[in-house]
C-alpha cells in the first residue's frame, strides 16, 4: 500500500480496502503526498479499525489521546487502544502501558503499565524498551533492578532511540547496572545529539550542550558545550536559544554580553514555556529562570516556584537542586531540612554540585544532623567527577582530622587530583606535603 500512487490508494480506501484506508489515514496525518488533514486522517482510521485493522485501531486510539482530528477523548484512546492490544498490536501494547503509567483516562497502575510494556518490548518495540528501562531504573511497578534498566536501555539504545541512549549515558556515567565509564557514557551522550532519527534531533543538540556547559554528568567544556548549542540555536530550537542565552550571560565560549544573553533568553520564552507546559523538565527548570528575571516575560515569582518545583518533581537532578537552593536561601531551620531533602535526591541522582552541597550540609550539621561520615561518603562522590571543590575538601578532612581519623596518604592524593585540575591552594598543599615528607 505504501507503493500505491494516490489515485490508486483513494480508489482503494473508497472500495473499503482496511489497508489502503490505513495507509490514507496515515498520509493525511503527516502529509505525504497530500494536504495534511487531521480530520480526515481521522475518518480512515476509524473505518479501517472498525474491520478490525489493529494497527488503524492503534492510530485511532493515538488521536482520541492527543485530540487530532476527533474530540479528545482519553476513554474512547483506551478503547480502541484496547481493541488493537488483544490483537497483539505492539504500539498500542505500548500506548497502553503509557495510559496506565501516567493515569490517562484510567487509575495510574504502575502494574499494568509494566505488564503492557513487557508485551510490547518482546516484540523489539524499542519506546517501549526504553519506557521500560525507566520503570526498573526508579522501582514503578517493579522491583528495582539497575541490571534491568540498562538492559532494556541498551536494547533501545541500539535501535537509535535517542533518550534511551542518553539514559545509557547516564547509566554508564553513575555506574548504574554497569562498570562506570566516562568514555562510554559521552559516547552514548554525543550519539543521541547526532541522531537525525529523533523527532526533534535539535532537542538533543541543545539537551548535551547544555550538560557540556554545566558539567552535568560529563567533564564541562565550554566549547563542545558552544557546539552543539549553536547547531541546535541555527535551527531555531527554543532549548538552543535558551543556551545560547546562558553562553553569553556568563562569558563562556563566546565574550559576555548581556544584551545578546537577553536578545535570544527573550526569543526562546515562547517556545521554553510550551515545551514546559508539554510536561519538559529541562523546560521547566529553564522557564522557571526566565520568570525570576523577567526575559522574555514580566517578573512572576509565582511562576519561578511553581516551574522550578514542577521541575524537581519530575525528577529532573538540576531542578531538585535550584529548589533546594531555594529553601536554603530562606535561611532557618525548616527551610534547610527541605533543601537538605532536595540536594540529596539530586546528589543520589549523581549530580556533582549536589553532592558537595549536600556534603557540606552534613559537615556543618545544616538541615541534619552533622555527620562527618555522610560528609566524607558524598565529598568522594562528587570528587571521583572530578568536581574541584569537593576533591580540595576531602583532602582538607583527612589532612586535619575533620570528624574522621588523619590520613595523610589520602589527603595527599586527592590534594593531587585537585592540584591537576589547578586547584592553587591544593597545589601548594601538595608542595607542603612533600616537604614533610622529604624530612
Known amino acids: 500500500m505504501e507503493k500505491l500512487g494516490l489515485y490508486h490508494l483513494e480508489d482503494q480506501a473508497k472500495r473499503g480496502i482496511p489497508e489502503a484506508q490505513l495507509e490514507l489515514g496515515n498520509r493525511l496525518r503527516k502529509g505525504y503526498g497530500i494536504k495534511q488533514d487531521d480530520y480526515l486522517a481521522a475518518k480512515w482510521y476509524y473505518k479501517a479499525a472498525k474491520q478490525g485493522l489493529a494497527r488503524a485501531q492503534a492510530n485511532l486510539g493515538f488521536m482520541y489521546l492527543k485530540g487530532h482530528g476527533v474530540d479528545k477523548s482519553e476513554k474512547e484512546a483506551h478503547k480502541w487502544f484496547k481493541l488493537s492490544a488483544d490483537s497483539k498490536d505492539m504500539v498500542a501494547q505500548y500506548n497502553l502501558g503509557y495510559m496506565y503509567r501516567k493515569g490517562l483516562g484510567v487509575k495510574q497502575d504502575h502494574y499494568r503499565a ?68 566516562f568514555v562510554a557514557a559521552r559516547e552514548w551522550y554525543e550519539r543521541a545529539a547526532l541522531n537525525e532519527d529523533a523527532d526533534s534531533p535539535s532537542y538533543y543538540k541543545a539537551v548535551l550542550g547544555e550538560m557540556y556547559r554545566r558539567g552535568e554528568f560529563v567533564q564541562q567544556d565550554f566549547e563542545r558545550a558552544k557546539h552543539f548549542i549553536q547547531l541546535a540555536a541555527d535551527k531555531r530550537h527554543p532549548m538552543g536559544l535558551y543556551n545560547l542565552g546562558e553562553l553569553f550571560r556568563q562569558g563562556q565560549a563566546v565574550p559576555k554580553d548581556m544584551n545578546m544573553a537577553i536578545k535570544y533568553f527573550s526569543e526562546s520564552f515562547e517556545g521554553i514555556k510550551a515545551l514546559a507546559e508539554d510536561g519538559d523538565p529541562r523546560a521547566q527548570s529553564n522557564l522557571s529562570f526566565l520568570y525570576n528575571q523577567g526575559y522574555g516575560t514580566d517578573k512572576d515569582t509565582e511562576m519561578r516556584l511553581h516551574w522550578v518545583s514542577q521541575s524537581a518533581e519530575q525528577g529532573l537532578p538540576w531542578g531538585q537542586y535550584f529548589f533546594g537552593q531555594y529553601y536554603y536561601s530562606r535561611g532557618d531551620s525548616s527551610n534547610y531540612k527541605k533543601a537538605f531533602g532536595w540536594f540529596k535526591k539530586a546528589a543520589e541522582q549523581g549530580l556533582a554540585i549536589a553532592q558537595h552541597d549536600l556534603a557540606i550540609l552534613y559537615q556543618k550539621g545544616i538541615g541534619v544532623s552533622e555527620n562527618p561520615i555522610e560528609a566524607m561518603k558524598w565529598y568522594q562522590k562528587s570528587g571521583e567527577q572530578n568536581f574541584i571543590d569537593s576533591q580540595y575538601r576531602l583532602a582538607n578532612m583527612y589532612y586535619k582530622g575533620l570528624g574522621i581519623k588523619t590520613n595523610f596518604n589520602k589527603a595527599f592524593l586527592w590534594y593531587e587530583r585537585a592540584a591537576e585540575n589547578k586547584h592553587e591552594a591544593s597545589q601548594k598543599m601538595v608542595e607542603v606535603m612533600r616537604r614533610e615528607m622529604n624530612k
Do not use: C, I, W
Not at 137 to 160: I, R, S
Open 114 to 181: 509494566v505488564e503492557y510494556y513487557k508485551l510490547a518490548a518482546k516484540q523489539g518495540y524499542r519506546t517501549a524498551q526504553s519506557n521500560l528501562g525507566f520503570m526498573y531504573h526508579k522501582g514503578l511497578g517493579v522491583d528495582k533492578n539497575l541490571a534491568k534498566a540498562f538492559e532494556y536501555y541498551k536494547m533501545a539504545a541500539l535501535q537509535g532511540l535517542p533518550e534511551a541512549q542518553l539514559n545509557l549515558g547516564l547509566m554508564y556515567h553513575n555506574g548504574h547496572g554497569v562498570k562506570r565509564d
